[in-house]
């Protein structure tokens, strides 16, 4: 679920040197539904209807199916359905789906799979079925641990039934779950956001992802805070919030590995950082389905169309649902492949970058970058170029050098 400290991938792109995928291609499967509309989301999602599921389902399964086909079945590691609430399927479904891109895709046995789940949806049995059927990973929609805060934006679950879920998840055999919290909630202050950091570290997840809450033109929670009905933190409170977490997660061992994203570091080495979300910052390709799906193959970018019905009604009179596709020049495949890649706290490997791009990084955009330089948002050392702490804070500014 995209909100974010800076704008989440924005997909359009890409041409330019052929692209040698440095990691093998995941695959986006896009759950529309939900049980109600949250008053934030701007993601593509309905209610769940049982008679559009019907037909949205089906369609799913052979958008899947022709597109594993033409690409001749290729190799991925990661396949992750996100929504839209999956776990709102019954078991069935959503495990029928992972055998339809595991038949269509040739899923490496280490693969990572992922469901985005919310609390409130889950039981033990749905839980087993998704580990019978090869689900390895869950990403969980906290959003708070205060019940205010939840009730404020329309989450139809509480902190309980949070805390259950991350129970059922253990009892289910699940040993790699994320948590996703949201921080600038109305109503939210410094302490809650403290509070709601201790209960979500208190639960030892794999991965946190915690983002700031964006108002989103049209949504209802926009509409309240123009017409002055609902309050949010300020952005010099969002910033103390932002920086108390880094401190306080990486004392509590887990790696910041992106903007928003935190891994918990293994005894043995390595972190549970998100191999499939890791792609998108590495310009990596990805296989897109379901309605507003975005995918990025052969340098080309897709999207499909972003209503539920109007993506059954294409797909079932021609097959294909695409509404964009784009190529970009080698610049601005260039520009998005670096603000994408500064959003991880690695940075660009700038000779790799040259190499892969073909263009010089520091001098193609000297002219956004030195006035960013100067004001200590990027560091450029050992051959990397990286946000500084105050450039996390302000990257959507930095990502500006680039448009
Ligand atoms: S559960 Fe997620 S996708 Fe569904 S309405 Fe709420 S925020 Fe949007």
Redesign the pocket.
Known sequence: ?WTGWADPVHHSQADGPAPQPAVLPGVYVHI???????T??????GDFDESLAARYLPALEREIRAAGEAARRPHVDSVFFG???PSLLPAGELVRLVEVVRESFDVARDAEVTV?M?PGTLTPEKLAAYREGGVNRASV?V?SFDNAELEA????HDADDARAAVRMLRDAGFDNFSLDLIAGLPLQRIETWRRNLESAIALEPDHLSLYLLELHPGTKLARDVEAGRVVRPDDDVAATMYDEMVDRLTEAGFVQYEISNFARTMPGGGDRRSRHNEKYWLDAEYFGFGVSAHGYVNGERRSNVRSIAGYADAIEATGDATHERIRLDARDRAAEAAFLGLRRLAGIDLARFEERYGINLMQAFAEGLDPLLEAGLLDPSDGRLRLTRSGLLLSNEVFQAFV
């Open positions: 679920m529309p539904f939900c049980r109600t509309k949250c934030y989301s701007a993601f593509v999602s929504g839209g609430t985005e919310n929609g959003q934006i329309g989450r139809v």
